[in-house]
């Protein structure tokens, strides 16, 4: 069973940067895919960028350009350093763990989701 620990969210303005983190304990993270979604009160939870253990990544149209996922093996957390940050950027943001097929930016595909991480941008 792995369990996930995102940390990092908070409260910007428009054009500021965060960098989320999540921390995996009761597996090593090196050897599988792993990625990041948010998800807003109403709306369905959206995948927005994926990290495999080759260095592989895909990210949603929404956030190319802005957002950045990696991972330290060593550490066993996942990274993502979000730049640019937009209003509509505000969600609950989920780390997500072990792919197990399918679309890898489709919410399904994965196995464990953390707890998620907050992350408000004002105006």
């Known amino acids: 069973q792995v369990q996930l620990v995102e940390s990092g969210g908070g409260s910007v303005q428009a054009g500021g940067s965060l960098r989320l983190s999540c921390v995996a304990y009761?597996?090593?993270?090196?050897?599988?895919?792993m990625g990041w979604f948010r998800q807003t009160p109403g709306k369905e939870r959206e995948g927005i960028a994926s990290?495999?253990?080759?260095?592989?990544?895909y990210y949603a149209d929404s956030v190319k350009g802005r957002f950045t996922i990696s991972r330290d093996n060593a550490k066993n957390t996942l990274y993502l350093q979000m730049n640019s940050l937009e209003p509509e950027d505000t969600a609950m943001y989920y780390c997500?763990?072990?792919?197990?097929?399918?679309?890898?930016?489709?919410?399904?595909?994965?196995?464990?989701y953390g707890q998620g991480t907050q992350v408000t941008v004002s105006s």
């Open positions: 997500a763990a072990e792919y197990r097929g399918g679309v890898y930016l489709q919410k399904d595909s994965y196995n464990y």
């Open positions: 009761g597996g090593t993270i090196s050897t599988i895919r």
């Open positions: 990290s495999g253990p080759s260095g592989s990544t």
